[in-house]
């Protein structure tokens, strides 16, 4: 008799790696060497495609199948994942979410280096010490380069302890370095000395509550609201809060929505918690970003304050997620993978077992519902801290009165008061620019972006149009086109022509802009904050202006153009126009000289106003929420907005009349609004569309998406077109 029959061996298994391109699939691959296994998942390969090479993670490892035909090979990067456990599972939340590819989602939590295959940066901390050149050249030395060859001269000195002695440091040392007078070194790990922490004001009873419910809520996951008025003193409760997770050995990342109040938190924070803060945002180069991602993974960054994108950063030995301005829009990503911040942090909490604090004096209705639901634990800080008190507000009718760059006489004359008694002034306008557009006075004509169904924003005084949507620029012409007249004149305002006015009617005093324009170079914002100093004088600003930052001798801020938000279609516009001006309204009275707040209107009657001045930002949350209820919009109803976009608008149709068949063919109930015109038909010269899906639960949303997403791809006519899928959506733009 023969023995039993051999069997054959188990194919070896091979690797599935998600990459960053817009198919929604893994691709597998095989080893260039060794044999897959579990370690691989997390870890970054360099693979053929088609003709290029891409960096992708390797999400996971499966027999090959039978149909497949030979399998190109894979170069694995990284001796251990760089994505794992928690972090990992996350992204493949969200890529479920999102209903993105996951290869996307990977690229997206990845710094530019890594997605490029680089290595995992270098974390060492850094010094800067005076050569024997700059120990001779020291005592002729002038200027900010003198005051920092003073603090190398007695010893070297780390980056975040320069950071908190010396403010923007980083240009006089790069002017000494450049002259060979100062050096940079790698410090040894123990060498870095950190600031020492100083101490705070004594906190409130409000302030004291909320610190001491967040200290019972212990280490596991635990949402709360912080909802204070501003200058209520919710930094302070946050730094208890970071100060005890530090206690504990953890990690505390706070995320703030702009970039420019990165700098003044990051000072502030260095100061009290007396440990290096690491950053995170845009305006950081893609080294420094490496670095700071890098230190997070090691454990080595305990404390990390960045925007959007920081919400990605791996956390190892996570103790606390805060999120500041919670309700700012800018936490939402509008392009590529359409996240936001604020929720997935959530989402992240909830996986890593920690608390969540989501902060805002103007909290979105979204999350006053979970509060009010008990679904997360609401905390209120309901008076200004210390002296500071609550703004006297005043509504400034111009119906039938002379303006001059939009600005009325009683607005012009507070501005005096203010300056005469030593204090200064913010005029509020969100819109940057000259003037909204140039109309030609004779025939009608206006300057309209030849891409964009939108007029041209008038700059530079006059001589320049831009288009604030695609980009596009052109000088302002001579005469009119049509018609050959020299009766061109530039209607409405923005900061531009605001603070020429002011400029004029004020030369004794410096007038500051403060807009996009005026703040792109790095750290301009608050560089241009601190030249402004406490003496009498006037900010015309965007909302840039409206958050987070402190200004103790403001005592007036003057809000033109509040109507351009009281009858807009977006459904969310009414809440977008009362959080901004209770954020705005905010900064004057910050500190003993008492503020007022000036609202220009010609609708003094409406009932946005009237709910805010008599009942406060909560009077108005209210009746929206009722108001959303009835018509059926969230926080009561779950949305998600396809988007088509291309050169011939029956393409964009099509393919949005197809997409809604395969939804309808799913055979689960939703709403189906489209296709529609966007509400900017055509943009940088392609003509949009978009199809609204609702539904009053997230589930069959995001199953009747599951299920019809396949066929949608599939189709036809999504290879003549450009679309998204935008879940949760904020702007139906």
């Known amino acids: ?379 209120q800080l309901r008076a200004r801290a210390g002296v500071a008190r609550s703004p006297r507000v005043r509504v400034c009718d111009v119906r039938k009165r002379p303006l001059e760059a939009g600005l009325s006489p009683e607005l012009f004359e507070a501005v005096a008061a203010t300056l005469r008694s030593g204090g200064q002034a913010l005029v509020f306008k969100n819109r940057r620019g000259y003037a909204p557009v140039l109309l030609c006075h004779d025939c009608g004509w206006s300057a309209q972006c030849t891409r964009c169904d939108a007029p041209m924003t008038v700059h530079a005084g006059g001589r320049r149009l831009q288009c604030h949507h695609c980009g596009a620029r052109r000088p302002a012409p001579d005469a009119c086109p049509d018609c050959g007249g020299l009766a061109l004149q530039a209607q409405g305002a923005g900061t531009e022509r605001i603070e020429e006015a002011l400029a004029a009617r004020f030369p004794d005093v410096p007038v500051l802009r403060i807009d996009r324009g005026t703040t792109q170079r790095r750290d301009a914002l608050e560089q241009l904050l601190r030249e402004f100093g406490t003496a009498p004088g006037i900010l015309v600003g965007t909302q840039m202006l409206a958050k987070g930052h402190d200004l103790p001798n403001l005592a007036l801020v003057a809000v033109v153009g509040v109507d351009e938000g009281l009858f807009s279609a977006d459904f969310r516009a009414p809440e977008k126009l009362a959080q901004l001006l209770i954020q705005v309204a905010g900064r004057a009275g910050r500190a003993e000289r008492p503020g007022e707040v000036l609202l220009q209107t010609h609708h003094p009657q409406h009932p946005l106003l009237e709910t805010l001045l008599n009942g406060g930002y909560h009077a108005f949350a209210q009746a929206e929420l009722g108001q959303r209820e009835a018509a059926g919009f969230p926080p009561f109803a779950h949305l998600a907005l396809m988007r088509a976009e291309a050169k011939q608008l029956d393409a964009a149709h099509a393919f949005l009349h197809a997409a809604k068949v395969a939804l309808r063919d799913t055979g689960i109930a939703l709403e189906l609004h489209g296709p529609l015109p966007a509400p900017m038909p055509r943009r940088a010269g392609y003509q949009r569309a978009q199809l609204l899906l609702s539904a009053t639960e997230r589930r069959p949303l995001h199953a009747a998406l599951d299920a019809a997403l396949p066929a949608i791809h599939a189709l036809p006519e999504a290879r003549r077109v450009r679309w998204s899928l935008d879940v949760d959506p904020i702007d139906l733009y």
């Open 1 to 379: 008799m023969g023995g039993p029959m051999p069997t054959a061996p188990a194919p070896a298994l091979v690797w599935n790696v998600a990459l960053p391109v817009p198919l929604p699939r893994l691709f597998d691959y095989r080893p260039a060497a060794g044999e897959a296994g579990p370690g691989d998942i997390g870890c970054r390969v360099r693979v053929p495609f088609g003709t290029r090479e891409l960096v992708g993670v390797i999400a996971g490892i499966a027999p090959p199948d039978d149909a497949t035909p030979e399998l190109r090979t894979g170069e694995r990067l990284d001796s251990a994942p760089l994505l794992q456990g928690e972090l990992l599972e996350s992204l493949r939340w969200l890529a479920r979410y999102a209903h993105a590819p996951l290869g996307e989602v990977v690229a997206t939590a990845l710094p530019a280096s890594l997605r490029q295959g680089e290595p995992l940066a270098d974390t060492h901390a850094w010094g800067w010490r005076l050569t024997e050149a700059g120990r001779t050249a020291w005592p002729r030395l002038r200027g900010k380069p003198r005051r920092l060859a003073d603090l190398l001269a007695d010893a070297e000195r780390d980056e975040d302890a320069l950071a908190t002695l010396l403010e923007d440091w980083r240009g006089a040392a790069r002017a000494l370095a450049g002259r060979a007078l100062v050096e940079r070194f790698a410090l040894a790990p123990a060498t870095p000395r950190a600031p020492e922490a100083a101490t705070g004001p004594v906190l409130n009873a409000e302030q004291q509550q909320a610190v001491d419910a967040l200290r019972a809520a212990g280490t596991g996951f635990a949402p709360f609201l912080l909802d204070g008025v501003t200058g209520s003193g919710k930094t302070e409760v946050y730094l208890h809060a970071i100060a005890d997770c530090l206690a504990r050995g953890r990690q505390a990342l706070v995320l703030v929505p702009e970039i420019g109040l990165t700098p003044q938190t990051l000072r502030r924070f260095r100061e009290r918690l007396g440990v290096p803060v690491h950053a995170l945002h845009s305006g950081l180069g893609d080294g420094e970003r490496a670095r700071t991602w890098a230190a997070c993974l090691r454990g080595e960054a305990r404390v990390i304050v960045g925007t959007r994108s920081a919400v990605f950063l791996p956390l190892p030995a996570a103790g606390l997620i805060v999120i500041d301005e919670e309700h700012d829009g800018s936490f939402k990503q509008l392009d590529g993978i359409r996240y936001h911040a604020r929720d997935f942090a959530l989402v992240r909490a909830k996986a890593l077992d920690v608390p969540i604090v989501l902060g805002s004096a103007t909290p979105s209705l979204e999350t006053l519902r979970n509060a009010s639901s008990g679904r997360y634990a609401h905390l």
